[in-house]
């Protein structure tokens, strides 16, 4: 089936749109910064009422609120870099954080995600091209815009005229699964030398539970049509992939260009430049002292950008992870501890967040789930909190 073709309003709709946003963003609002929030989940839903602040080094600038369309203002002047973040929070939803340059973007909300093995995952982009597909693989099935169901995960919402979101929601991983997800540039599908998705300002965000906890920014200056970001294991890791290539013109064919990662094969670390490493340290030192000073709150918000810089360090997910803990929000705790094992190089990482998550599974009631980590953290470092663990289970 051929994508549905669009009709000549559309074009010129699409026109008026992208138009718009020129002028939204033109010379004569050179002061201002203009943000657009909408629901990840439901199509063309403007998100009213949203608070919407900059921040410098921790410190809010400015706080302004959605209007009745989802727009807001802010006075940028010198603001709109990436010295600054932009952070958007509303009830129910996860709160949004992004660096700056933020003039002119659409930002999807996602709805707060319940079950402890859910996730969410959100594409946006730019004005071109206009039409980029989520993909989602595993065994057999292929979620994307023209297979939107299929168990325990669904397309929510499909955009082609550009900015997005494109949303996919796995409601309940599968057991001895690998997922994996792409995005493909449906409008140069028959190109293989155009960097049109590699310039496309593309941006994907994943949600667990009530939290952002990876941010993806598509590499630049790359000939290609398919972004393959990153693949989740059968114990729910996120391990990432981020590369760029062609696939066949035809969607249906995705899953044949990215089936080596659907298995049980090593993935090479992140490549990290002296400057973000740097930049990760420091911080993470600043997020150590956040914590210090019961804010905990900033604490994520560090630790997150750590992350985004150094996606490989270890003791920053262990870190994150007892935040989240602390909170009470043991999804992103699952997941940061998973990435710590994941990363670790030493055993008492390991058994220390294996002890956590077997913590996490014996308070929602999966004992069994919770017995295989208490007795993989006793595995890695005999303790006799582990051991009586293990007998409280047992």
Sequence with gaps: ?????????????TFLIISGSLLFS?????????VHVLSATVKDQNIANAEIFLQKNGENSQKVISNSQGKATLSSSDA???????????????TLVTKCPCDGRTYALSPVLQSLDSMRIVLNWGSTPDDLDSHLIYGSN?????AKLAPQANLDVDDTDAYGPETITIDKRLNNQYYVYAVHNYSDRNSNNTKS??????????????????????PSNVQGNLWTLFRITPNGEIQ????????????VLIPQSVNQFEQNTALALTNVSQASLQRAKTLNLQGDKAYQQGQLEQAILLY?????????????????????QKLGRSSEALWANRKAIELASNQNTKAYSHYNIGRIYEQNGRKADALYHYQRANEYKPSDSYKQAIQRIQ
């Design 1 to 13: 089936m051929i994508k549905g073709v669009i009709s000549t309003q559309k074009y010129l709709n």
């Design 26 to 34: 033109s010379g004569a609002f050179a002061d201002n910064m203009n």
């Design 80 to 94: 709109d870099n990436s010295d600054h973040l932009l952070i958007i929070k509303k009830a129910g939803y996860s």
């Design 142 to 146: 292929h979620i994307y815009w023209d």
């Design 197 to 218: 998705l590699s310039y496309s300002d593309a941006t994907v965000r994943v949600y667990v539970g009530e939290s952002l906890v990876r941010t993806y920014v598509v």
């Design 240 to 251: 990432d992939i981020n590369r760029i290539s062609n696939t066949p013109a035809n969607p």
């Design 304 to 324: 997150q950008r750590a992350i985004d810089e150094n996606p490989n360090a270890a003791q920053t997910y262990s870190n994150i992870a007892v935040v989240y």
